[in-house]
């Protein structure tokens, strides 16, 4: 259906509690409008990394370039209306200051502890779809301007300052800024989804039907989102980069592909103890060190007393 064909909503006047809830974020909800579309709902700020605003504004970016591209586009949700919260309206109160509504994909959510129990050639073809997937994704995203993504360096800034008197993290920061310095920068600066992990994905069978989430896109090297999937899902690491490479024709790095993994973990490590979970803080912080260690760095055992500079990025 096109999606000027679907009834405008009046934003002031939604009610969260008579819809059903798909998904809640540290940014905020998404809500099946039950007429083929749904709504995600953001908060300007949050104990998340970045600004909601600017995460809208690059979804929007993202879903619109990218509709009718081929091999992906029909994979993509369609933005049917976006915009801000008015600020009078209960809503607003409740700290809620931009929306974007898009069409709703078919398909089924896949839970990691579901594809781990399946037997391995499922895994297989599973692996295989979220790779090939990927390298269509990749290739289209390269037609995107993508100034308009999201800055890494904007992150890696703003963990900098929050951890700035925290030699452990100063330290890792420095190790990944180096090693992402000897990266080719046409390597460096390619379009990723930048959050391509298995809850941003749908699934019809073994095959990828939908990939949505495109708040963080940006330029970054591609096995950054390859390790997104082998974080949680290190089972489909090789059929994935097989289907990766044969699709895209670009050799996947395993130093790089470690890297990513390095990042993920240090952006774990600064997110849990900003909310207090001290099991999931210590929990990355191993990752980190073991990532840095196979990257060459050894790092010493970590102090695990809060040291983050508690203000908001
Ligand atoms: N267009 C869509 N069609 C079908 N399901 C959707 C759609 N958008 C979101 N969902 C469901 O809602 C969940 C949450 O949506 P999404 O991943 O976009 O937001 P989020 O992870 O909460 O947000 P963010 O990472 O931007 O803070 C998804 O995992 C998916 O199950
Ligand atoms: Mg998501």
């Known amino acids: 259906m096109e999606t000027a064909a679907y009834k405008k909503l009046s934003i002031a006047d939604f009610r ?25 709902l953001a908060k300007e700020t949050s104990s998340g990394i970045g600004n909601g605003r600017e995460k809208i504004e690059r979804e929007y970016t993202a879903l619109n370039s990218l509709a009718g591209a081929s091999g992906i586009g029909s994979f993509l949700p369609r933005v049917v209306e976006w915009g801000d ?8 109160r409740s700290g809620i200051a931009l929306w974007l509504r898009s069409t709703k994909k078919e ?79 046409d390597i460096l600066n390619r ?10 994905l749908l699934f019809s069978g073994h095959d990828v039907c939908a990939v949505l989430d495109f708040a963080e896109w940006g330029p970054c090297f591609p096995e950054k989102d390859v390790s997104d999937i082998v974080q949680e899902c290190p089972f489909l690491t090789e059929t994935l980069i097989e289907a990766y490479e044969s699709v895209s024709a670009f050799k996947i790095d395993r130093r790089r592909l470690e890297l990513g993994l390095a990042e993920n973990a240090l952006y774990g490590a600064v997110i849990s103890e900003r909310r207090g979970d001290a099991e999931e803080h210590r929990s990355e912080r191993d990752k980190l060190c073991h990532h840095l260690k196979t990257l060459g760095y050894d790092i010493s055992e970590p102090r695990l007393e809060s040291t983050l500079n508690h203000h908001r990025l």
Request: aromatic share 6%; charged share 20%; hydrophobic share 35%.
């Open 191 to 200: 379009a990723a989804h930048n959050d391509y992990n298995i809850s941003n």
């Open 85 to 92: 919260v008015p600020p009078n309206s209960d809503l607003a």
């Open 107 to 185: 398909g089924d959510c896949l839970f990691v502890s579901e594809a781990k129990a399946l037997p391995v050639e499922e895994q297989e073809l599973i692996g295989h779809s979220i790779g090939k997937t990927l390298a269509h994704l990749h290739t289209a995203m390269a037609s995107i301007p993508y100034g308009q993504g999201l800055n890494p360096g904007t992150l890696y800034s703003a963990i900098k300052e929050e951890v700035s008197g925290n030699p452990f993290y100063t330290k890792c920061i420095a190790i990944l800024e180096e090693e992402l310095a000897l990266i080719p920068s």
């Open 16 to 40: 969260p509690e008579e819809h059903h809830l798909l998904g809640e974020g540290v940014w905020g909800q998404v809500y099946d409008l039950g007429d083929g579309t749904v709504l995600k």
